[in-house]
T-cell receptor, first 107, second 113 residues
């Protein structure tokens, strides 16, 4: 019963920005938006999280709409190693994963 | 730094045997740990929430007598798959919360023959 909707797959050219959208229209006021990614047969890797303000760290930027019903993860300069499944998660006491977006970065 | 360590990374066992998977929080204490299962090409599915010193909370459809969880200390939670069958073959992952971030172990690939 994941509370998010993401595209099944996306492609991105190496060196370009990858913009991954996520819809979370039923998010409540105290729930955070988290992004993780998973490379095959490994544990998920934390990327970034936010509540209502945009966030940036060394890996990515997170843009959350004013109504908080959607967000976008931005990888500013995608590399081949960014190929992975990206999960957008609404976090409230436990973390449930949706299907995620399979991002393929192509040379 | 804070890390979640999971062992073993891979285990192969015969049908009917039991397998124990350990999940340790390194450099931090974890009151709560989460156990997930992932089948090939599928997402992670939350199986149970492990609470230190109390009984685990299982998700609907997860058999508590088959997947025994013990969280006896603030740094260790174990998942025991009892009387394993081939359909239990899967990737099992544990996680714990550290400063607002959910840290994941590297996972255990269980293959039941």
């Amino acid at each position: 019963d994941a509370k998010t909707t993401q595209p099944t797959s996306m492609d991105c050219a190496e060196g370009r920005a990858a913009n991954l959208p996520c819809n979370h229209s039923t998010i409540s006021g105290n729930e955070y938006v988290y992004w993780y990614r998973q490379i095959h047969s490994q544990g998920p890797q934390y990327i970034i999280h936010g509540l209502k303000n945009n966030e940036t760290n060394e890996m990515a930027s997170l843009i959350i709409t004013e109504d908080r019903k959607s967000s976008t993860l931005i990888l500013p300069h995608a590399t081949l190693r960014d190929t992975a499944v990206y999960y957008c998660i609404v976090y409230n006491n436990d973390m449930r994963f949706g299907a995620g977006t399979r991002l393929t970065v192509k040379p | 730094g804070a890390v979640v360590s999971q062992h073993p990374s891979r285990v192969i066992c015969k049908s009917g045997t039991s397998v124990k998977i350990e999940c340790r929080s390194l450099d931090f204490q974890a009151t709560t740990m989460f156990w997930y299962r992932q089948f090939p090409k599928q997402s992670l599915m939350l199986m149970a929430t492990s609470n230190e010193g109390s009984k685990a909370t299982y998700e609907q459809g997860v058999e508590k007598d088959k997947f025994l969880i013990n969280h006896a200390s603030l740094t260790l939670s174990t998942l025991t798959v009892t009387s394993a069958h081939p359909e239990d073959s899967s990737f099992y992952i544990c996680s714990a919360t550290y400063r607002g971030e959910l840290l994941f172990g590297s996972g255990t690939q269980l293959s039941v023959l």
